[in-house]
């Protein structure tokens, strides 16, 4: 079992940034790869940004690329997401995941075995 906990969301004004970051416990022997997805309200949960678990490749959202950075820190067990110029249409509740895909498999949300609760990012224009 893996507990997931999402932080750093919040309020920002467009062009702004966050980080936000995934604390790991229980089994975090740094197995799982871990992806970010988002859900804006009224909408499906979308694919953010996703890394293996050496961290050695990273996967990105087209809506994202550019924008954001995701990375992983495993002697912590925690994965961050750093969001760069932020937009109107990045507000959303942000998910951190867990799970034993590769590759763009990271990209779908059934890949992933572990979730966590959420934390809100709103981007005021």
């Known amino acids: 079992q893996v507990q997931l906990v999402e932080s750093g969301g919040g309020l920002v004004q467009a062009g702004g940034s ?3 970051s995934c604390a790991a416990s229980g089994r975090t022997d740094s197995s799982y790869a871990m992806g970010w997805f988002r859900q804006p309200t009224g909408k499906e949960r979308e694919f953010v940004a996703a890394i293996t678990r050496s961290g050695g490749n990273t ?3 087209d809506s994202v690329k ?3 950075t995701i990375s992983r820190d495993n002697a912590k067990n925690t994965v961050y997401l750093q969001m760069n110029s932020l ?3 990045d507000t ?4 951190c995941a867990a799970g034993l ?4 498999y ?3 949300a059934a890949t992933y075995e ?3 609760q959420g934390t809100q990012v709103t981007v005021s224009s």
Do not use: D, I
Request: proline fraction near 4%; aromatic fraction near 30%; charge should be positive.
């Open 59 to 61: 996967y990105y959202a």
């Open 101 to 104: 895909g590769s590759g763009w």
């Open 18 to 20: 966050l980080r936000l």
């Open 87 to 89: 937009k109107p249409e």
């Open 106 to 108: 990271l990209a779908n």
């Open 114 to 116: 572990y979730w966590g």
């Open 92 to 95: 959303a509740v942000y998910y």
């Open 66 to 68: 550019g924008r954001f």
